[in-house]
C-alpha cells in the first residue's frame, strides 16, 4: 500500500496563531501597545529584554500578517459600508415614533416622569435628504453656508 502524501497545511491569516503567545502579542499590539509593552505584558520580561524581543517578533512573517489582517478586520468592523448608512436611514423613515422604545438604536432621547414620557428619534427629512444624497441624486455639502450681509 502506498502511504498518501503529507499534505501541509497553510495556517490562513484569519485564524488565530498557532502559537497562543504571538497571538496574544499581536492582538495586544493592534490594540495601540508598543511593541515593548504588548511583549512584556505576553512574556513577563523585563523592559530592555521586552523592547529587543519585541522588535524580533515584529519581523516574523506570521505576526506581521496577522497584525495586519486584524488591522484591517478592525478598520473595516468599526466603520459602516455605504449600503448599511443607507439601511439605517432607511429604518429612520420608516419606523413611526410609537415603534421606539428606550432600547431601540433609534431613540435619541427618552424621559419617563410619573404620567407621562417622551422620546425622540432622528429627524425623517434630514435622514430623506441624506439618504438623497448618499445616493447621488443631490450633491454633498461640507458644512454650512453662511450668509455675510452687512
Known amino acids: 500500500m502506498i502511504p498518501r502524501p503529507f499534505l501541509k497545511l497553510q495556517h490562513g491569516v484569519d485564524l488565530p496563531l498557532r502559537n497562543h503567545r504571538h497571538e ?3 492582538r495586544r499590539v493592534v490594540t495601540g501597545e508598543s511593541l515593548t509593552q504588548a511583549y512584556r505584558q505576553v512574556y513577563g520580561t523585563n523592559a530592555k529584554a521586552a523592547g ?3 522588535a524580533r517578533l515584529m519581523k516574523n512573517d506570521s505576526v ?3 497584525v495586519g489582517w486584524l488591522q484591517t478586520q478592525s478598520a473595516t468592523s468599526a466603520v459602516m459600508t455605504l449600503i448599511q448608512q443607507r439601511q439605517y436611514l432607511a429604518r ?3 419606523t413611526p415614533i410609537a415603534q421606539v422604545n428606550e432600547e431601540s438604536d433609534l ?3 427618552f424621559k419617563r416622569t410619573a404620567r407621562v414620557y417622551s422620546k425622540a428619534m ?3 427629512l ?4 441624506l439618504d ?3 445616493a447621488g441624486y443631490l450633491p454633498m455639502r461640507r458644512g454650512r453656508r453662511r450668509n455675510n450681509k452687512p
Do not use: E, S, T
Not at 434630514?126 to 435628504?129: D, F, M, S, T
Open 24 to 26: 496574544a502579542f499581536a
Open 52 to 54: 529587543a524581543n519585541g
Open 64 to 66: 506581521i500578517r496577522r
Open 92 to 94: 429612520v423613515i420608516r
Open 107 to 109: 431613540c435619541q432621547r
Open 122 to 124: 432622528p429627524d425623517k
Open 126 to 129: 434630514c435622514a430623506v435628504k
Open 132 to 134: 438623497c444624497q448618499l
